[in-house]
Each structure stands twice: as C-alpha cells, then as structure tokens.
C-alpha cells in the first residue's frame, strides 16, 4: 500500500502534537496532517489530498459528529474513525449512523494508537479498492460513450466537440481541450474544449518546446508521444506558470494525452480535474487507450474525407468527359458510369446501376457486344463499333473499348472503358471515301482524255519539226512539256498523296544521281555533285519512289529557276539534325518568300507548274521529315532536309 495522508483533528494543541507523533510512529505508511479543530480540519481538507480522517469528538466549534456530518456532504466515502477520550454507546451509535467509517476510544499507552493505526490501514485499504473500481467504472462508462460518439461523430470538428463534453460532464473531471500542434512555433493551439473554462484558455500559453510553457503535462505529451500528468497543480513546479488561473477555475490536477495514429500526432486531450491525484495508474491506461481510439477515428474519419474529396474530383473529372465512361461487373452489368453515359441512356444513377449493358444496343448489335465483353474478359482488352440506343430511341455509333479491371491480388473484379461518338468520324470517312473515287475518277479523266491528246500533239509536233523547223514549234513544245508535268503531278496528287510504303535501307546519292537523269538533259550544262564519301555515306530509311520523286521535284525546280547551266551540289548535314541538302548557284530564293515556296501554285518561273515544291512538302512531311528554304553557300537556293532516320 502505498502512503496514507491522514488528517487527525483535535481541539487540544499539545495532545495534538504528541498523539499525531505517537500515531506516526506505528507505521511508516502513515503521514500524520495535524489540525487543531474542526475549521483548520475542514481547511486542510480543501487543500490536500487526504486518505482519512481522525477526530476528536468533543470539540467548541463543532463536535466530531458535526464535522462528520459536514464532510460527508463532500465526501460520502472518505474513511473518517472518531477517536475520543469521551464517549459512549450512544455517541459510538450516533457516529456509526452519521456515516462513520470506525469508533475508537482513546486510551493509554502506545497500544491504543498501534490499534488506531491498524484501523487505519484497513480502513483506507478499503477504501481504496472501493473507490479504484468505481472510479475505473466511471472512466469504463467514460470511454464507451465516448466511443459511441466516436461512431457517430461525421467530422473532426465533431469528434473534437463531443469529447470534450462527455468528459467534462464526467466527475470529478471540470473541463477539457483539445488542441493542435504548430511545428513551425511550437504552440499548441486550442481547437475545441468544454466544461468549467471561464475563459482559461484565453488567459494561458501551451507551448512543446523547452520554454516554461513547455513544461506541462501538454508539452511533455507533445514531446515524449505519452500521457503526461500533473498530480498536484497546488505544489508542481512545472505548473507554476498556469497555476494561479487553474486553481481559481478549481482544477487540482491535470492530465495530457497525444492523439497519435501510425506515429501521426492528430492532437492533444487535456483533461483537468476538481480533485489531487486524480489521475492513477489504471486511469491513465484507460486514458491512453480512451486517446488511442479518438486517434484512430480522427485517421478514419481524414481518410474518408480525403476518398471523398478524391471520388468527387474524380466524378467530376468523368463527368466532364465527352465520352462514355463506365465500369463493368463480370457479368456485365453496369456498375459505374459518368453522367454522360447515363444522360445519353436515359436513366437515373439509382435506375442504371445493375442494369444489362446489352439490354443499351439494338437487337442485332447485342451478340456482338456481349462477344466483345467475353474478349475483353478473356483475353484483357477489346475495341468494337457499336450503335448505342439513345432516350430518344436513336442509334448513335460508337466505338467501345473495355479493358479487364482487378483489384490488388489480381482477382477478377469486371471490366472498365470508355464509349466514343464516332457519328462525325463516320461522316468524314464517307465524305473522304467520296473525295477519294472523285479524284480517282478524276485521275482517270485525266489519264485517258487529257494524256491522249497530249501525247497525239507531241507526236505531231516532232513531225513537223522534223519537216519544218520553226520558233514557234519550240515555244509549242516548251507548253507542251510543261503540260505534261502538270498532268503527271495532279496524277502524283490524286493518286499518291501522302502514302508512304515500305521503309527500305536508300543511299541518297545513289537515290539522287538516278533522279538526276531522268530531269536533266544531256545536252544542257547543268551539273550535279554529290558531296559524299563513298566510306562513309550513311544510310537511310525510306520510301524509295517517294523520295526519288521528291529529288526529282527538287531538281527540276532548281532547273526551271537557276538555269540550263545551274550546279546543283547533294550533302550530308551532320549533328543533331541528321539529314542532307541541295542546294545550287542560281539567283536564291528572297528571305520573305521562303516559308511559302511550299505553298500549292508558288512559282516565279514561266514553265513551273507551282506544285512541284508542294509536293516535296507532303513527301517530307509523309516521312515524318522536316524541310526548309535557305541560302546556299555558293550563292543561291539551299534546302535543307532533317530528322531521318539512320541505317547503322
């Protein structure tokens, strides 16, 4: 057992001193607090924690019975043994029916004060274990209503609030807080309290550093991550600085509990009690544990507010979407959807959850769908064109995608995808399939009532040269070439466009020389250089007619613009942009009309066709290639092609 504070009480000063000596001496467990009559004992009362009462039973003020009468009023179970020199069955009845723990006579010699001693210990004791378990009773029905709370409490602010005011309507408990910890100053900052406060938190400074103020029951909570206490508010040291605004509000002791979960401190329980040494060994367990749940609901209950907060962003994110977005159970009933899926649908939330995603397509579109929905299951992923009935009972196409959807064992849990309105898609493929037979009728008309002739007046005309040469059958021929070359390169725009076949291994100036003969004419003094070392000529990946036709393109504009007697000059660019060049020594290209040479119709020369340089545009561009216009280095037009690919 531990000390016993016992307060004895008797009007005679010097029988006092030597009974409170004498009483000492039989037991070390006991602390004698003399009092000399029934006022300085209700004094000494108030101020310490006391164990027991010992008084005389005659005394002026209040006899002994009166004073065990007062203090039951405070203290129904406090032990309290009448010990007098004066009695009588009477008073002993008296004494026992005014609620007295013990009746005791005074008497000679040390074994009276032995016995009294004894009664003492016993008393106490019982007391003790009385008062333990119901005080453990009271903080068990503490905690469980707390943790009822706990249950229903929808947000911290709430948790925070009720705590507060279930403990502080608990006895001997007056008042709580909750507060918050700033790392950046310290401080800890109240958040919520409830009970007898009378504004003391206005009044005090909590902090968890080093500092006065951090040396409470709150900081050493905040530091230690434990339940701090201080047992005596009237005589602790590290309550100096709250003391005097405690004691006036009536708090005699204190308590602090970290509000941790997963080493994260959510706050801080401050609990003050009406009574010294209130809290325990047992209780502070309680507490501890009583701290540990309203950690763990604050976690809760921010988790849950951090998954709300993440399915509403994410709700609204689907929501804005275009497309249909949806979730599929392995069934194939529709648990989730965007509130486009459902508005197109024509159904609630509450109507679409659950439903047969088939039961959305027309007849002879469902056993596609539920085939492609098997694929997806089967096999991870599909992708179908489906018409999708919508409220009004239209048929809306649209191209589906599913991919199978598990949870974090990799257990089946259905399929998630997305929907795609490809009506527009579908319009511009017809429109484009209608554009497509036109240019190849177009192509055709062009081949055949445009070539023909064509070819029937070449033929003609170099009869008549050969007969009759004459100036005017040259400018006749010069139309006649340039005729030729427009019709090939509106067959090349109709027919090829910008489809590139297969990639192949090229040697540029191989690729260039070939192209080179088919342009330039023997008996002109144009003249082509390839600037590349036979060792180390890179190769690289392209379409090989396509680029053919572009140096052809290339050549020939150089041709038309700089000359019969122009030099054209083919070259690696080495670096980061990886490429080749052409370029000659005719008069160049103007800064201002570089960027729209490649423009359809652009031309400066009488028998351009303005549409070879468009045309190496949509090669380049088809390869993925980048092309432009600059000044050579030996006086005229450079064009500089980057971003090939290399063969190694």
């Known amino acids: ?154 947000s911290l602010s709430a948790i925070e609030t009720r705590v507060c005011e279930i403990i502080s309507n608990s006895e001997p408990y007056r008042f709580a807080w909750i507060g918050e910890h700033d790392p950046e100053t310290d401080r800890i900052e109240p958040q919520a309290c409830a009970g007898v406060e009378d504004e003391y938190l206005d009044t005090i400074v909590v902090t968890a550093d080093d500092s006065p103020t951090g040396q409470g029951p709150a900081g050493r909570a905040v530091q230690n991550r434990r339940i701090a206490t201080s047992q005596n508010i009237q005589d602790d040291p590290a309550f100096e600085v709250w003391r005097e605004e405690a004691l006036k509000r009536d708090y005699r002791s204190s308590a602090a509990v970290p509000l941790e979960y997963n080493d994260t401190l959510y706050g801080l329980l401050c609990v003050y009690s009406s009574r010294p040494s209130a809290f325990a060994e047992d209780e502070q367990e309680l507490l501890a544990e009583l701290g540990h749940s309203i950690s763990h609901a604050m976690h809760s209950l921010k988790i849950r507010d951090e998954l709300r907060t993440e399915r509403t ?51 002879d579109e469902q056993d596609a769908v539920a085939e492609a929905i098997d694929e997806a299951l089967t096999t991870g992923h599909s992708t179908i064109e489906a018409e999708f009935l919508t ?3 239209n048929r809306a196409p649209h191209e589906f995608t599913a991919d199978r959807l598990t949870d974090s064992d990799g257990t089946l849990l259905g399929l998630v995808g997305t929907g795609r309105n490809i009506a527009e898609r579908t319009r511009r493929e017809r429109e484009l399939q209608d554009q497509k037979e036109q240019l190849e009728q177009f192509a055709a008309t062009v081949s055949h009532d445009l070539r023909n002739p064509l070819n029937v007046i070449q033929g003609r005309l170099e009869l008549v040269q050969a007969e009759q040469p004459s100036d005017h ?52 003094e144009a003249e082509l250089y390839c600037d590349y070392g036979a060792d180390t000529q890179p190769l690289i990946k392209a379409d090989t007619d396509q680029l053919r036709h572009l140096l052809e393109n290339l050549f020939r504009n150089t041709i038309d ?88």
């Open 391 to 393: 409220a009004e009972g």
């Open 561 to 648: 613009h700089a000359g019969l007697d122009v030099t054209v000059v083919v070259g690696e660019i080495f670096g980061d942009a990886n490429g080749f060049y052409i370029e000659d020594d005719g008069p160049g290209i103007p800064e201002e009309d570089r960027e729209t040479v490649f423009e359809a119709g652009y031309s400066t020369s009488e028998s351009g066709t303005g549409l070879g340089l468009n045309i190496v545009k949509r090669v380049v561009d088809a390869h993925g290639w980048d092309i432009r216009a600059t000044e050579s280095s030996i006086g005229g037009t450079r064009f500089e092609i980057t971003g090939l690919e290399t063969v190694e």
């Open 1 to 154: 057992m531990s000390d016993i504070a016992v307060l004895h009480i008797d009007d005679e000063p010097d029988f006092l001193d030597v009974a409170s000596e004498i009483l000492a001496q039989q037991s070390d467990k006991l602390t004698v607090i003399p009092a000399a009559g029934a006022s300085e004992g209700l004094d000494r009362l108030a101020t310490r924690s006391i164990d027991c009462i010992v008084s005389d039973y005659r005394m002026p003020e209040k006899d002994g019975i009166e004073l065990l009468k007062t203090v039951r009023e405070e203290y129904p179970d406090l032990p309290f043994i009448l010990f007098t020199g004066e009695g009588s069955e009477a008073v002993a009845s008296d004494a026992i029916a005014a609620g007295a723990t013990d009746y005791l006579r005074k008497g000679h010699g040390t074994e009276r004060y032995e016995l009294l001693a004894n009664r003492i210990e016993n008393a106490v004791e019982q007391y003790r274990t009385t008062q333990r378990a119901a005080e453990l009773e009271r903080v068990r029905a503490l905690v469980s209503s707390i943790d009822q709370a706990l249950i229903r409490a929808s």
């Open 313 to 363: 962003f994410i709700d609204q994110a689907l929501d804005s979407l275009a497309d249909i977005f949806y979730v599929l159970d392995s069934e194939g009933n529709i648990q989730r959807c965007n509130e486009h899926f459902a508005t197109l649908a024509g159904y609630t939330d509450a109507q679409i959850t659950n439903l047969d995603v088939a039961s959305l397509f027309p007849e």
């Open 473 to 524: 059958l040259d400018v006749i021929e010069t139309a006649t070439d340039r005729m030729e070359r427009i019709v090939e390169d509106l067959l090349w725009l109709a027919r090829e466009q910008q489809d590139i076949g297969s990639l192949e291994p090229v040697a540029i100036d191989a690729v260039a020389e070939a192209a080179w003969e088919l342009v330039s004419d023997p008996a002109d």
